[in-house]
């Protein structure tokens, strides 16, 4: 057997990659390394899943004041500081890289904060201008977010930038109509950013169910969001610039002359070039003090010296792999955002444990990645599990449980506030295909709901279940009679 510094190497310090460098360190004894180019944590911790759902929080406050008035409190509104909030999300975010880089300090892996890259299939090049060799090698790296094709689109920010803004813009235009876009309009709005939002396609939140989807649009307008269906950017230039129907051509030039100076200017500095014109695919041209696409993630997977080993990329840059995380180089394996299987933190912490048991301990172990719960933290939340209406109806016949009405809490305050409860059940088996909940909280009542559909839950099973009274959730159980059938 050749001799390895190490049995495993990691590239990347995500939560995928760091459960599976502790386990493999801490279960087998196995000698470990990780490389991170960037913040222990990745994406979720550090600019992802855990500042967006403190930003959330923080949002939601604004709010309070009304509901609080409407049950008799003598409350004002008040002010928000954002600078008060991004040095507790920031003092936060510290805590928990802390915790990240202890916890693989006290399992015995080595850590490289380091970009890496692979020389050969079992040697990784770092960036500190040292080498090591590994027998086996775990890509972890994660993705990013992408600005679209055109001109002048570094004038915009993308997700990563929202958390380092110097202060919050008084107006910002979102392109996109994913759960990112739809998210960061929700957040924005509460905290007092008008908000105006651009999505090409017909509804947002394409692959969601469409009764969901449509009464997240529904609620996001009443909120005050200028949500606008089947638009796009034609133009964007500097605010400054001459906006004639050449604007686009005469800021060629200093977009040639910037962009490359963009690409390297950090976080804080993104979007700080001053208020953004732009001219839509329909309505009238505008200013915006900031532009922030959300328009999709690419896999990190550029440069990593893959192709010269047969290792296979996809169209979007994506690691192709079986369904045991290996690649086309059989010592090498890939988890998390960059295959684009299915890109949620908890996904990829379950396919690092499955390349452990598969790897190091003799167990093969595919992830089963049907019927897996998730969350929209817009404001309502979406929670879903399991198939669409839509998808159902294509696959089977099917009944559809559903019921929608205003929530006791904020009805009683006079607020139109509509929440949505849906089962999707087979009308052969009554076995729940679905479950899509719009409410506040629904990303906590869905974890439970998720439960009983991936055990097999038919619609008796649900009846069967005593309510718990009174409670939104209990419209889960209490639902006896199909809206349709199909």
């Not at 719960?373 to 817009?378: G, L, R």
Request: one cysteine or more.
């Amino acid at each position: 057997m050749a001799d390895y510094d190490y049995d495993l190497f990691v590239i990347g310090g995500g939560s995928g990659g760091v459960r599976a460098a502790r386990v493999a360190a801490g279960d087998v004894d196995a000698r470990v390394a990780l490389a991170e180019e960037d913040r222990y944590g990745g994406t979720c911790v550090i600019r992802g899943c855990v500042p967006k759902k403190l930003m959330v929080f923080s949002s939601e406050f604004s709010k309070m004041p009304s509901l609080a008035r409407g049950y008799g409190w003598d409350i004002q509104d008040g002010n928000f500081d954002w600078s008060v909030f991004c040095g507790h999300m920031n003092e936060e975010l510290d805590r928990l890289e802390g915790i990240y880089r202890s916890l693989l300090k006290n399992s015995g892996v080595d850590t490289f904060d380091a970009r890496a890259r692979l020389k050969d299939a079992h040697t990784i090049e770092l960036s500190i201008g040292e080498t090591r060799t590994a027998k086996t090698i775990l890509i972890a790296s994660g993705g990013h977010p992408v600005r679209p094709d055109i001109p002048n689109a570094h004038l915009g920010i993308v997700s990563d930038d929202i958390f380092h803004l110097e202060a919050l813009p008084k107006s910002i235009l979102i392109v996109g109509g994913g759960y990112i876009a739809c998210e960061f309009a929700c957040i924005l709005n509460g905290l007092g950013v008008e908000v105006t939002q651009y999505y090409r396609g017909a509804q947002i939140l394409r692959g969601f169910d469409d009764e969901a989807r449509g009464l997240i649009a529904e609620s996001m307008r009443e909120q005050g969001i200028d949500l606008k269906l089947g638009t796009n950017i034609v133009e964007m230039a500097p605010a400054s610039a001459d906006h004639s129907a050449s604007a686009a051509t005469a800021t060629d030039a200093a977009m040639g002359a910037t962009a490359q100076q963009s690409v390297e200017l950090g976080s804080s500095a993104k979007g700080a070039q001053g208020p953004v014109w732009v001219k839509p695919t329909s309505g009238a041209s505008r200013e915006f003090d900031v532009v922030l696409f959300a328009t999709g993630r690419d896999p990190n997977s550029r440069d990593l010296g893959l192709e010269d080993l047969g290792i296979e990329i996809g169209r979007r840059g994506e690691i192709i792999v079986d369904e045991f995380s290996k690649t086309g180089a059989d010592n090498v394996y890939a988890i998390g955002d960059v295959t684009n299987r299915v890109n949620l933190t908890p996904v990829a912490i379950r396919e690092g444990m499955a390349f452990v048991e598969t790897v190091f301990k003799d167990n093969p172990t595919a992830v089963d990645h049907e019927l897996i719960p998730s969350a929209v933290f817009t404001q309502p939340e979406i929670g879903t599990v399991g198939l669409s209406e839509e998808d159902a109806r294509e696959k089977e016949e099917i009944e559809v449980y559903c019921t929608s009405f205003r929530p006791m809490r904020t009805a009683f305050a006079g607020q139109p506030d509509r929440v949505l409860m849906k089962l999707v059940v087979s009308k052969a088996n009554r076995t729940v295909l679905g479950c899509h909940i719009v409410a506040p909280d629904a990303g906590e009542m869905i974890q439970l709901a998720g439960i009983a559909i991936k055990m097999g839950a038919t619609k008796e099973d649900f009846d069967r279940t005593v309510a718990v009274h009174p409670t939104m959730s209990e419209e889960i159980v209490t639902m006896k009679t199909p809206m349709r059938t199909a």
